[in-house]
Structures are given as C-alpha cells and as structure tokens.
C-alpha cells in the first residue's frame, strides 16, 4: 500500500484531531462613533475619579453630568459673549475680544448623547441613567439658547429630506400597440413617470 491511500488510524486520546475551526477574523475596527463614544465614556469615568470627593458612578445624577459639561468648557473653541461685550449678538465681530471660549452646543449636546447610550450599555440601567435626567435636558435648552443670542446665530432645527415618490405606470401591452404611434410607448414595463413629491 502506498502511502497515499492509507486510511488514518484511530485518533489517540492526546490527538486533537484534524481541526474543523476557520481561523478568525480579526475583530472589525469600531466606528468612528463607537471610538469616539469610549474616549467619551473613559473621559467621564476619569472625571469621576478625580472628582473631590470621589464619586462612584452608581451615584452620580444629573447634577454630576451638567458639573461635567460645566468643567468641559474650559477646553471649548467657541467665542461665547457676553452680555456686556460690544460684540454681543453679531454674527463677524470686526476685531477680538476676551470673551470665553466655551464647548459648543452641538458637541455638548452630541456628547450627552453618546455618554447616555454608553451608561447603559455598561450596565446603567435607564431609568436611572444621568445623561437622560431632565435637568441635562434643561441645561442644554438653556446653553443652546443663550448662544444663540451671544453669536448672533439662531439654531434651526434642520429639516428632513422627504424622499421623492416614483410613479410606476403599466399598461396592457395589446391596448398600448394600438397607440403606438402617438409618441410615448407607455406599454413598455421600463417606462417609468417623473418623480412626484409626496
């Protein structure tokens, strides 16, 4: 017998065996979200730990969220002026000012979002869940407005596309030979109507 067509002897107890396993993919690369969605939560959780005193996320409120937002404005790119700054409420100021930079709405109001979705996919449980308390809520309506004023630049919600409806139109194929020569082949299954808002 050659050795190509030996047939394989019983499996001993220390062989594994031939391997019915596919070697695995490598973990697919997260989303820029779901990235930036987990610096976001290991930023918090830091916070937290640095907090005087320092607080456990299990009591952490509302209160603890909007202290974290408060605190995120120093690190803010966007001229927020105030009452008293010549600038107040125009859109190009003519020249600087020392009025504060603070976080912009947006990324406040993104940020909650992404830290709302994080706390319970780590186990927060929703009716519980800081970032979704009504005073965040609140706070955010409150920044969002008085920004607005400051820059001059009123926030408008931005409207939804509505798709386009397509008209599909099918005739009999005897009845539309009998109009063949008017023009339009409207017989033909591919014709298709010119799109028409809902």
């Known amino acids: 017998m050659d050795s190509g067509s030996q047939r394989p002897g019983p499996v001993s107890e220390g062989d594994p065996g031939p391997s019915n396993v596919t070697p695995s ?7 820029r979200y779901e990235s930036q969605k987990r610096r976001d939560w290991t930023t918090f959780l830091q916070y937290l730990k640095n907090h ?5 996320l299990s009591r952490c409120s509302g209160a603890h969220a909007i202290e ?11 001229k927020v ?21 603070k976080q912009a709405w ?7 979002g992404r830290l709302r979705a ?22 955010l309506r409150e920044v969002r407005e008085s920004q607005a004023k400051a820059r001059g630049r009123p926030y408008e919600k931005k409207k939804r596309k509505r798709p386009t409806t397509v008209t599909t139109v099918r005739v009999d194929v005897a009845s ?14 591919s014709y298709v109507a010119e799109a028409v808002p809902p």
Not at 25 to 31: K, N, Q, R, V
Not at 52 to 56: I, N, T
Not at 176 to 189: L, V
């Open 52 to 56: 005087k005193p320092p607080l456990a």
């Open 106 to 112: 947006g990324s406040l109001d993104a940020l909650i």
């Open 176 to 189: 539309s030979r009998q109009n063949e020569g008017d023009g339009c082949n409207i017989g033909d299954p």
């Open 118 to 139: 994080a706390y319970e996919e780590n186990g927060g449980r929703p009716e519980s869940n800081p970032f979704a308390a009504r005073a965040v809520r609140l706070y």
């Open 25 to 31: 993919s490598p973990p697919a690369t997260p989303s």
């Open 81 to 101: 002026h105030v009452a008293a700054c010549p600038y107040f409420g125009h859109q190009q100021p003519p020249s600087p000012c020392a009025c504060p930079l």
């Open 68 to 78: 974290f937002l408060k605190y995120l404005d120093q690190f803010g790119k966007t």
